[in-house]
């Protein structure tokens, strides 16, 4: 005899699925690293200076200075940094002078263990010359 198994399958394809994104959601949780205290500072630092290269590839970060587009820098800070590292950045000219009217942060940095990282810059179009300050810290 045959049976219709149709209704079954499906059950099964439903269970399966839904174990599927279950296991999807728990494996893309933020993952939260302790380091010790000593490293804490050349871990943000590498950080940092990896962050903004990656910022200023093919030019980027220049461009977005000088258009002024700080919310996009900002944006893409909090894209790239991980969760839990508060920021601040800081654009100067050459004359020392601070470009950014406007913050470029995503919270308080702490009186504690700050980090700063210094990167020059020049804008490959216009041949402007920039000083970027980015200051991290673990919030805590």
Do not use: C, H
């Not at 005899?1 to 079954?8: D, F, H, T, V, Y």
């Not at 728990?26 to 903004?52: C, K, T, W």
């Not at 944006?75 to 002078?97: F, K």
């Amino acid at each position: 005899m045959l049976r219709n198994n149709k209704g079954q399958i499906r059950i099964l394809e439903v269970f399966l699925a839904t174990a599927v994104v279950f296991g999807a959601l728990l494996l893309s949780r933020p993952i939260y690293i302790a380091f010790n205290s000593g490293e804490d500072q050349d871990v943000l630092y590498a950080l940092g200076l990896n962050v903004l290269v990656q910022l200023d590839r093919e030019g980027e970060l220049g461009q977005l200075i000088s258009q002024r587009n700080w919310t996009e820098i900002s944006t893409r800070l909090s894209i790239l940094l991980p969760v839990g590292i508060s920021y601040n950045l800081t654009i100067y000219n050459e004359d020392l002078e601070v470009l950014n009217n406007s913050s470029i942060s995503n919270g308080y940095l702490n009186g504690g263990d700050v980090v700063s990282v210094q990167y020059l810059l020049v804008d490959r179009d216009d041949f402007n010359f920039y000083i970027v300050r980015l200051q991290l810290a673990w919030m805590k």
